[in-house]
């Protein structure tokens, strides 16, 4: 499956922003998904995921209560919905996908090209 994320911007401390993640290829509605993001200076962090069904997520501390994860199989997208954002969000994020446990980050073996975003104190 090959992945593109989008939705990456310039937002406000306690702004929102949607991240989406489309996927080619007919494995994704069988595929897990997650989100993470790297910033400056900083290890590449695993923050969310959905197993393939939806019916399993999983979110970093960090992030829960903020951030939602969803998908649309009938339209190969991943979604991440991020509330409440802080400064420390700021990062690049990528969507990939795992054929393997979903919450396992050393799983995710294709990766999108990262969207950027920042947000403003």
């Known amino acids: 499956v090959q992945l593109q994320a989008s939705g990456g911007g310039l937002v406000q401390d306690g702004g929102s922003l949607r991240l989406s993640c489309a996927a080619s290829?007919?494995?994704?509605?069988?595929?897990?998904m997650g989100w993470f993001r790297q910033a400056p200076g900083k290890e590449r962090e695993f923050i969310a995921a959905i197993s393939w069904s939806g019916s399993s997520r999983y979110f970093l501390d960090s992030v829960k209560g903020r951030f939602t994860i969803s998908r649309d199989n009938a339209k190969n997208t991943m979604y991440l919905q991020m509330n409440s954002l802080k400064p420390e969000d700021t990062a690049v994020y990528y969507c990939?996908?795992?054929?393997?446990?979903?919450?396992?980050?050393?799983?995710?073996?294709?990766w999108g090209q990262g969207t950027q975003v920042t947000v403003s104190s």
């Open positions: 990939a996908a795992s054929q393997h446990r979903m919450d396992v980050p050393t799983n995710y073996d294709q």
């Open positions: 290829g007919r494995t994704f509605r069988n595929t897990n």
